[in-house]
């Protein structure tokens, strides 16, 4: 890819959780339970994490392979209603170099007893990163919300 390319893509990852959409909701919006499950993959790690959870605050985390936390992610939280919705825009870096840009809206609804989850990811991509890494990622990243939500 060159300077001037870009790709966008829309992802759209939708799951249910047996936890109330309150429960799920305070796992994204409370700081340290975030921190415990937001990244994907087995054997990556968070190296820094901060999140400022506000309408206008920032969030801001490094992260990576374990040994290797090359890629840095920093955005702004756009909109949240409690229990509802968190809207957020950012650019993600590898050791510096912006790769991507996304606007993510994450919706929460009540469902049987527990939350139907729809994250809407909006990206553009001008670096190394692919849509299907992007997809991985996300599908990673609810698995481990999943299973921090059980303990």
């Known amino acids: 890819m060159n300077e001037r ?21 305070q796992a994204w919006s409370d700081t340290e339970q975030r921190r415990r499950w937001h990244v994907p993959g087995d054997g990556w790690q968070i190296a820094e994490f901060h999140q ?11 992260f990576g392979p374990t040994g290797n936390p090359h890629l840095h992610s920093e955005g702004h939280f756009l909109d949240i209603v409690s229990d509802r919705r968190i809207i957020s825009a950012g650019v993600m870096r590898d050791n510096g170099a912006a790769m991507s ?11 049987a007893g527990g939350t139907r ?14 849509v299907s890494d ?18």
């Open 117 to 130: 989850l729809i994250l809407t990811d909006q990206s553009a991509f001008f670096g190394a990163e692919t």
């Open 101 to 111: 840009t996304t606007q993510v809206t994450v919706e929460f609804y009540p469902d």
């Open 5 to 25: 390319e870009v790709r966008h893509q829309t992802t759209v990852e939708e799951r249910r959780f047996k936890h109330s959409p309150t429960r799920v909701f």
């Open 52 to 62: 400022d959870f506000r309408v206008g605050g920032n969030e801001s985390f490094r």
């Open 134 to 151: 992007r997809r991985s990622g996300w599908k990673q990243v609810l698995a481990k919300l999943d299973a921090a939500l059980d303990t």
